[in-house]
């Protein structure tokens, strides 16, 4: 599937279909970002932007805001409309990442989002990611040794897991710091997360 094949089908019914499925409260995901929020402050470091590609309605963008009590600036992006229309935060709006600036946030992450870029597409997607961060890289995904591609909603070509900690350093130079699972216990479909740190 083409790039822009791709796009068609999330900026399109599909895509809104999916934002009226995925409705997360986000507390039960609070728990988790204090985790991986704290990974950084572990090292010393302070943060004070956040940039989430693919947002959606930014359930996850609201949960960082209320357990840091708005003290940073978070804000997101998605290439649909249809989350952003009911979006849980003032400060997301439709976009790419190949077109924001560099080094523009602090940290920026995504959360279900590289899973559904096609294989051809993503390295180009990865190292716009590590272009927009000043110095940390999160993935939230699903998980294989393996690039291996499953069946979404019916459909081929929408869905594939992968080692993406092991993709990112592939393409650029990062270490990674900190790494675990969550389950729908804590608000993630049962995805591994890769925090990461760009080497000077």
Request: hydrophobic share 40%.
């Amino acid at each position: 599937m083409s790039d822009e094949a791709s796009s068609n089908i999330w900026t399109g019914d599909f895509g809104y279909a999916y934002t009226a499925r995925n409705v997360v409260d986000w507390r039960t995901r609070t728990e988790a970002w204090h985790a991986m929020l704290g990974a950084i402050w572990d090292t010393g470091a302070t943060i004070g932007s956040i940039l989430e590609v693919g947002c959606n309605r930014g359930h996850n963008l609201k949960a960082i805001a209320e357990i840091t009590r708005r003290r940073l600036e978070v804000r997101g992006i998605d290439i649909s409309m249809a989350g952003i229309m009911d979006a849980l935060v003032p400060t997301v709006k439709q976009g790419t990442i190949d077109r924001e600036p560099s080094e523009s946030a602090d940290l920026v992450f995504t959360a279900g989002l590289l899973i559904h870029i096609p294989p051809e597409d993503l390295d180009d997607m990865l190292r716009h990611i590590v272009r927009v961060s000043r110095r940390w890289v999160l993935a939230i995904e699903y998980y294989a040794p393996e690039p291996t591609e499953i069946t979404y909603q019916g459909q081929a070509g929408l869905l594939w897991k992968r080692d993406f900690e092991a993709d990112y350093q592939r393409v650029a130079d990062l270490r990674g710091v900190a790494t675990g699972f969550w389950d729908t216990e804590h608000g993630f479909d049962r995805c591994h997360w890769w925090l990461m740190e760009k080497v000077a």
